[in-house]
């Protein structure tokens, strides 16, 4: 009875599609991941998050709108998950090689699924979420929540 029982962490931002949004958006990455002691794999996290958000601001967002980020970790599992939502129709596709320079997009799709330990596309309506997931470890005793 004397376990304890460590609950799922989550925090979200929204930002309007603007090219400063990335800045902002990896900030505010790096700052929850500090508070979580989960910063082993920060840098292929921040490296996804840029990737991801900076899709959705250039294909993803209509103009005038805006897209939401989510953070998930389940310390019990070890599992950090990010989530960008957004409302745009637009299609997401890997190019087809790191080399094929006739098309525009889909190379940072690559590095995502290069750096990631899993990522895919889920249906939202409007829109979509583009999320990623990486295996970390959680600091143990640093303000965690626990039940």
């Keep these: 009875m004397n376990e304890t029982t460590r609950l799922p ?23 929850t991941l500090v508070d979580w002691a989960c910063e082993a794999r920060a840098d292929d996290v921040l490296l996804c998050v840029s990737e991801l958000v900076t899709n959705a601001v ?22 950090l998950r990010i989530e960008v939502h957004d409302s745009g129709d637009g299609e997401v596709r890997l ?23 899993k990522w895919g596309v889920g249906e939202r309506s409007p829109g979509k979420v583009v999320w990623c997931e990486f295996e970390v470890v959680a600091g143990a005793g640093r303000g965690l929540p626990t039940r």
């Design 58 to 79: 250039l294909h993803g967002v209509p103009p005038g709108r805006g897209f939401r980020l989510h953070l998930y970790l389940e310390p019990a599992d070890g599992i």
């Design 9 to 31: 962490l989550f925090r979200e931002v929204f930002h309007r599609r603007e090219r400063r949004s990335a800045p902002l958006v990896r900030q505010f990455v790096r700052e």
């Design 95 to 117: 190019a087809d090689s790191w080399a094929d320079s006739g098309e525009e997009g889909g190379r940072g799709l690559r590095l995502v699924a290069a750096f990631a330990d």
